[in-house]
């Protein structure tokens, strides 16, 4: 049973010797370190970020988004024209993330992931997944002042992922993953969605997707499993009912089954965990489907977030076994 | 009219900050901590004074994020590692490992001392039960509900403390009653036993929180006064307010809590004088959008003297002195 993480990971330790991202940035801010000091110190704790994931037998990583302050940070450095507004609860969570407001024609003056998806390469073992926020969760996170309507300003980000879609590519990246949080709340725009995704993904071969977490998909159901996409993740922890949801699943599509509390502390035990990987087994074939904690690991502290990799790789290595006999 | 106050809490003098790290370590003992963090109330009192403040907050210098300090203090939970709210803020999140009790009062003491230090009222200040709730993890109530109602009945004994030592003004720290529109019921409910009985104005503080999904419903919040923050989002949330006649009391955040830049006079009288279009006057207060603690103690002072001078102004230009 292959596992992977959705995104995001704690980024200080609960230990406040070492490495401390928090302080350096507190010092740079304060003008008590240079950009360089603050940029190894970048470096140093995404390494731990992967090792940590590395030595939970994590397969697929990410760079844990350790350079991002949140979802749509990547849009608001990189992107002409979408600037960091107010703060706003991100979705029903106890953090916030400064609601990017568009003010003009976007355009791309940089890369948002294909450089951070380069150095996490360089310095993991196994395939890293780039993340992105998806067109449809960027437009319900933004403020439009310049384009006419949500599809317009959806469209218009879509051609920036599509571009950023394939410098990823082009950085040798095998797996593309779009958040798509807010996707359920808007059911109607399912077939703009869908419309978006293809383009973005136009041409691309390789492993290609969306993740959707905190919402129920209940209201998208009918029309989820027919995206042009090859793999879905779904949080199925904070809506467990959405399994059943599932006997409509695409068998030519990838499952990642997000089984395990990114929210909460509380450890899954195996018993738990193998239960209800029984249950998507009648429903999406064992071999399609991918083992993940619901959403990014950050509402966690650090030593939880590491308990968490730990078991869903012990519980991915016993399934394995079991299945593999 | 147009009374001035704060959300709650001010930035810590330097001092405070390395006395907080020194008593993490044991360096120093509590009471050399306490007297420092009286001393800072007592500085923030006679600032607000100075500035012209007409209720006044302590600031909370005993206090890092509020949710940990009443976790602190009392049994039932424990606290976790740092865990990231935005940008480079960060706070120990609570861990409800069993029923929630109070051993002693908690926001008792420092109210009754920065009261002590003033003629002018201090709130009190309460975090919310529904807040405390989401922010924690639970281990050991079987849902959300049943913890969120042990919590009001702690925070109610606060809330009735605070009203027996004559506090005139008490606020509930409410931010999280946003994230989950089909709890706002339940945040009601628990409010509701923390507001029952006083003789207090009683004020929910919500900020940050989209409020089209909650409204009409926060305005039967079981509080005399709503305390919301509009400047951050450009006043966007005003006109949810047009529709239809104001009956409580509301303190309308004309200060961006987490912006560098300092406001224009201009700027917050342009912003009061929207409100006024929508809130009676008689019934408006007049604060920053939340607590000012992530400010420098330079940019708290100049923004609130920024406030409390377009407010002059108005009162004056209306002929409200």
């Known amino acids: 049973m292959i596992t992977t993480v959705v995104g995001n990971y704690p980024k200080i330790p609960l230990a406040q010797k070492g490495i401390n991202l928090r302080q350096a940035m507190s010092e740079h801010e304060k003008g008590k370190i240079d950009d360089d000091r603050l940029e190894d110190v970048y470096r140093k704790t995404i390494l731990r970020t992967i090792e940590d994931q590395q030595t939970a037998g994590v397969d697929i990583i990410t760079d844990g988004q350790i350079r991002w302050t949140d979802l749509t940070s990547p849009m608001t450095r990189s992107l002409q024209n979408v600037l960091p507004g107010g703060l706003r609860r991100f979705f029903d969570n106890n953090s916030y993330y400064r609601r990017p407001q568009i003010t003009g024609l976007i355009s791309r003056h940089r890369d948002l992931a294909a450089s951070e998806y380069r150095f996490a390469a360089d310095n993991g073992d196994g395939p890293v997944k780039a993340v992105l926020c998806g067109p449809i969760t960027f437009c319900h996170l933004s403020d439009n002042y310049y384009y006419r309507s949500f599809d317009k300003l959806a469209e218009a980000i879509a051609g920036i992922l599509a571009e950023e879609a394939s410098a990823l590519i082009g950085e040798g990246c095998r797996h593309i993953q779009l958040d798509e949080p807010a996707l359920p709340l808007y059911p109607r725009k399912m077939a703009l969605a869908s419309t978006l995704y293809g383009r973005i993904f136009e041409g691309i071969k390789e492993e290609f997707g969306i993740f959707i977490y905190f919402s129920s998909i209940k209201p998208i159901a009918e029309s989820l499993f027919g995206l042009p996409v090859k793999f879905i993740g779904l949080d199925l922890v904070s809506h467990p009912d959405d399994i059943k949801l599932l006997r409509r699943f695409d068998p030519d599509k990838k499952l990642v089954a997000g089984l395990f509390d990114g929210r909460n502390i509380m450890l899954e035990n195996e018993k738990t965990i193998r239960a209800r990987l029984d249950e998507i087994g009648t429903m999406v074939p064992f071999e399609q489907t991918l083992l993940s904690p619901s959403c990014g690991l950050e509402c966690l502290p650090h030593k939880y977030a590491v308990a968490k990799l730990q078991r869903m790789g012990e519980v991915a290595r016993k399934v394995s076994t079991v299945n593999s006999r | ?321």
């Open chain 2, 1 to 321: 009219m147009l009374k001035t106050t704060c959300a709650g809490s001010f930035p810590k003098p330097e001092y405070l900050t390395e006395a907080r790290q020194a008593s993490a370590s044991k360096k120093i003992s509590q009471e050399e901590l306490g007297e420092l963090e009286r001393k800072a109330v007592r500085e923030v009192i006679a600032l607000q004074e100075r500035i012209g403040l007409d209720i006044l907050v302590h600031g909370e210098m005993e206090r890092g994020d509020v949710a940990s300090y009443f976790a602190r203090r009392l049994d039932g939970f424990t606290l976790s590692g740092p865990v990231r709210s935005y940008g480079n803020r960060y706070y120990h999140r609570p861990i409800v490992t069993g029923p929630i009790s109070r051993p002693e009062p908690i926001a008792l003491p420092m109210y009754e001392f920065a009261q002590s230090l003033t003629a002018r009222p201090v709130k009190g200040m309460l975090i919310g039960p529904y807040t405390m709730c989401d922010r924690s993890f639970n281990t050991h109530y079987s849902d959300r509900r049943s913890l969120t109602l042990a919590v009001a009945e702690v925070i109610a004994m606060e809330a009735r403390d605070l009203d027996r030592a004559g506090a005139e003004y008490i606020q509930i720290d409410e931010p999280a009653i946003p994230a989950r529109p089909d709890e706002l019921g339940l945040a009601a409910e628990a409010i509701g036993i923390v507001t029952s009985d006083l003789s207090a104005t009683t004020i929910c503080h919500i900020c940050y929180g989209d409020l089209k999904p909650i409204y009409p419903g926060i305005l039967d919040l079981p509080v005399d006064q709503l305390d919301l923050e509009f400047a951050n989002s450009d006043f966007a949330n005003l006109d949810l307010f047009r529709d239809r006649p104001y009956m409580k009391e509301v303190a309308v955040g004309v200060i961006d809590s987490h912006s560098h830049a300092i406001e224009t006079v201009e700027q917050v009288k342009d912003w009061i004088l929207s409100a006024l279009e929508v809130f009676p006057p008689e019934k408006t207060y007049i604060d920053p959008d939340c607590g000012l603690k992530t400010r420098t103690m330079e940019e708290a002072e100049a923004k609130l003297k920024v406030m409390v001078r377009a407010v002059r102004e108005i009162k004056d230009e209306m002929g409200w002195q």
